[in-house]
């Protein structure tokens, strides 16, 4: 049976970083996209990143580009998010999520992937 179990979330100040980790089991690592996605408190989830099973390709919501970094380890079953110069508008409660393809072009739709996480709060403060 499909399952994510995301971690890493925490509390720190705007500049700082985090990383995420989505550890999977079941086949869920081996779905054609891991993805990150996020949802504060009365506004839509969405999606920051997603990377292909191969590794060879990824995928960033502008809001995130050049500051969030996605990335998969293979042997550990875990996509990663790195996440730098964090902002007090990147808080939220961030999702790790298989879907069953990869696209290039966003926006990222949650109804692409069927399997999720509980996932991590992250708050940032100014």
């Known amino acids: 049976q499909e399952q994510l179990v995301e971690s890493g979330g925490d509390s720190v100040q705007a500049g700082g970083s985090l990383r995420l980790s989505c550890t999977a089991s079941g086949t869920a690592f081996n779905y054609p996209a891991m993805a990150w996605f996020r949802q504060a408190p009365g506004k839509e989830r969405e999606g920051v990143a997603s990377?292909?099973?191969?590794?060879?390709?990824?995928y960033y919501a502008d809001s995130v580009k050049g500051r969030f970094t996605i990335s998969r380890d293979s042997a550990k079953n875990t996509v990663y998010l790195q996440m730098n110069n964090l902002k007090p508008e990147d808080t939220a409660l961030y999702y790790c999520?298989?879907?069953?393809?990869?696209?290039?072009?966003?926006?990222?739709?949650?109804?692409?992937?069927?399997?999720w996480g509980q996932g991590t709060q992250v708050t940032v403060s100014s």
């Open positions: 999520a298989a879907g069953r393809r990869f696209l290039l072009m966003g926006p990222l739709l949650p109804t692409d992937f069927p399997y």
């Open positions: 990377i292909h099973r191969g590794a060879d390709y990824t």
